[in-house]
């Protein structure tokens, strides 16, 4: 019964490799979203799409693309792996897109060697 | 531009001591403030969240925020810690229409 759930879990990769992380959301929610959280545990936003469509692309290198193909899914797929990229990604959802409660899911720590 | 902040980064105290996480916000216009928890390797939870009405909220877990529209503020309360409370603790709040910004977040180590 996980609300959002993203895959996988975790992902160590080689610098230049191209990789996806996958979330779906089981909330019946209309709004994604995928956040970046540094080794700091800064968090930050990246994407949002609503009902499929892009409503937020924040200054995010083009390496970097979301692909959602129904309301539950949202996937992000990254080109090029950089070290920098190394971080743990977090998918959440919302009901809608204006300022909801956000729900997150269990974060997938992405590994760049 | 428009943010979160969090103070004292790391905090360190023993259980059942009294805990305030403070959070200021810097924009004007309709606020909406949450307080998230991230135990250690888990996803981000909500403790408690201000959208309108009585400004003193009541969370899960023994958690309480109060917003203080004059001071920008929306600090968080718990009157008496347990070693279960070690985590990681996030202020945000929107801006725009729906971006969410969050503070740095602060370290709380509770020592049994």
């Known amino acids: 019964d996980t609300a959002v759930s993203q895959t996988p879990k975790y992902l160590v990769t080689q610098m230049g490799n191209d990789k996806s992380i996958k979330c779906e959301q089981n909330?019946?929610?209309?709004?994604m979203y995928w956040y970046k959280q540094d080794s700091k545990k800064f968090l930050k936003i990246m994407f949002s799409y609503n009902n499929k469509e892009l409503i937020i692309n924040e200054t995010v290198p083009n390496r970097f693309s979301p692909k959602s193909p129904d309301k539950a899914h949202l996937n992000l797929h990254i080109n090029s792996l950089e070290l920098g990229d190394s971080a743990v990604y977090f998918c959440a959802s919302s009901q809608a897109a204006y300022r909801n409660e956000q729900f997150f899911g269990p974060g997938t720590r992405l590994t760049v060697l | 531009a428009q943010s979160v902040s969090q103070h004292n980064h790391h905090v360190i105290l023993s259980e059942a001591a009294s805990l305030e996480l403070g959070c200021n916000y810097s924009?004007?216009?309709?606020?909406?403030l949450f307080w998230y928890v991230q135990y250690p390797g888990q996803h981000l939870q909500l403790l408690l969240k201000?959208?309108?009405?009585?400004?003193l909220v009541k969370g899960i877990k023994g958690f309480e925020a109060e917003f203080i529209k004059s001071k920008f503020s929306f600090n968080l309360r718990k009157p008496s810690v347990q070693w279960s409370d070690t985590a990681e603790y996030f202020c945000?709040?929107?801006?725009?229409?729906?971006?969410?910004?969050f503070g740095k977040g602060n370290q709380v180590v509770v020592i049994p």
């Open positions: 945000a709040g929107f801006y725009g229409n729906n971006r969410l910004a």
């Open positions: 909330l019946g929610h209309d709004t």
């Open positions: 201000y959208f309108s009405g009585d400004p």
């Open positions: 924009y004007g216009g309709t606020v909406n």
